[in-house]
Structures are given as structure tokens and as C-alpha cells.
């Protein structure tokens, strides 16, 4: 029907582990999960993101969850705002989040995140990614990620400033759009203060091969 709200502006449900990952690491193989999903309308949806990290032979290592109101601010760009909680490492926290993400003129998968810590510290990260697709099934993927610090936290032991970057090339052959296996590799630094609070002979930068999965419904 013409006009009816209900049918112009469907609700929407989507869900998607952009890394399902075996890490080779440096000695200690491990895992790592990332993924994100919303329910609602072309403007306004409620949005979750997941994400962690840990050693096949020990304990998860990292995990947060975040919760956020997604409003479409362009057909390409949207504002999120929520909250995000640290389920690991230790101390959990719980943060405001204040973010941004989308697509530039080139198809660049672009997201930047403001964080503040219920402790009041003040966070935030920048990631990027491009799909390169080489022919209708491979697509080649480099990503950059980088987080920054805007005090010391000794209880996490991070440093003010910038506090790690991690840069990854991905290949991924579509078996199916929604099922997409792939092999790659991924460097992991620590970078600035963060860096020389790290215990003596730590490795501050990590060089990993990656396989994994892209799967979503």
C-alpha cells in the first residue's frame, strides 16, 4: 500500500562473523571472533557487535560486546551510539560509545569509535578495510586497525597515546556469498607507552599466518 510505513521501511535482520580465525601467533596458536548484526529499519537500528580472542590451550583472553543505536546519516554512512562491555581482560568495564562507520567514494569499509570507560578514561580505535575482488569468487582483503589511549591505564597496562595497530591481508574464495573460507597473514605491534610497560623480553609485534571463515545469514 502506498504511503504505509509498515511496508516502506521493512524490518531488516542481518548477521555476519567477518573472522572466524585460527591464528598461528608466535609459539601458542590461537582464535579469534568478529562479528556484528542489527534488527530494523533503513534508519534506525539496534546493532551488536562481538568480538575476542584467546589461546587454544589456555583461557578467552579478550571479549567485549557492544550494544549500540545505529541512525543512517547518508545512504552510506551511519552514527552509532551505545554501550560497550569488557568481559575480558580483567577488571571488567563498561563503556559509553560514540562511533561512526560506512563507506567512502572508493567502497573503503571505514570505522572510528570514541570510548569512555565507567572510570572515566577516554579510548578510541580506527579501522579499515577494502575488498579487492579479483574475479566473481576471490577477493583479496587488506585491513588496518589502531587503538589510542588518551590516559595510562595501569590496571590494563596501557600507556597514553597510540597503543597498538595491527595491519592483515586476507584471500577468501566465496564459496557462496554467505560461506567464504580464507587464508592470509597478520602483523600484531605494540606500540609507544603501552609498549614500555610491557614486561622485559616481551614481544612488542607478533607475526601470525591466519585461516578462517566469513560466514553470514
Not at 504505509?4 to 572466524?20: E, G, K, T, V
Not at 534508519?43 to 589461546?55: M, Q, V
Not at 556469498?177 to 605491534?189: K, L, N
Not at 605494540?190 to 612488542?204: C, H, I, K, N, Q
Request: aromatic share 14%; proline share 5%; no cysteine.
Amino acid at each position: 500500500m502506498p504511503g504505509d510505513p509498515i511496508h516502506d521501511n521493512p524490518i531488516i535482520r542481518f548477521a555476519i562473523f567477518d573472522r572466524l580465525e585460527w591464528r598461528s601467533g608466535e609459539g601458542e596458536p590461537g582464535y579469534l571472533f568478529d562479528g556484528f548484526g542489527f534488527v530494523g529499519g533503513d534508519y534506525n537500528r539496534l546493532w551488536f557487535e562481538l568480538e575476542g580472542e584467546g589461546a587454544f590451550d589456555g583461557s578467552l583472553e579478550a571479549a567485549e560486546l557492544q550494544v549500540l543505536y545505529n541512525r543512517a546519516i547518508t545512504p552510506y554512512w551511519n552514527l552509532q551510539a551505545g554501550l560497550r562491555h569488557d568481559f575480558k581482560p580483567e577488571p571488567e568495564l563498561t563503556y559509553a560509545v560514540l562511533g561512526v562507520e560506512g563507506l567512502n567514494a572508493y567502497w573503503t569499509g571505514i570505522e572510528a569509535n570514541l570510548y569512555v570507560s565507567e572510570d572515566g578514561d577516554v579510548s578510541g580505535d580506527f579501522e579499515v578495510e577494502y575488498d579487492e575482488f579479483l574475479t566473481q569468487r576471490l577477493v583479496l582483503q587488506p585491513r588496518f586497525e589502531i587503538a589510542a589511549q588518551a590516559q595510562d591505564v595501569d590496571t590494563l597496562g596501557l600507556g597514553a597515546g597510540i597503543t597498538s595497530y595491527e595491519v592483515g591481508l586476507r584471500m577468501r574464495y566465496e564459496i557462496r556469498r554467505e560461506f567464504a573460507p580464507y587464508v592470509g597473514a597478520s602483523w600484531t605491534e605494540t606500540v609507544g607507552e603501552t609498549a614500555d610497560m610491557l614486561p622485559d623480553g616481551a614481544d612488542r609485534g607478533t607475526l601470525s599466518a591466519v585461516a578462517g571463515l566469513r560466514v553470514w545469514f
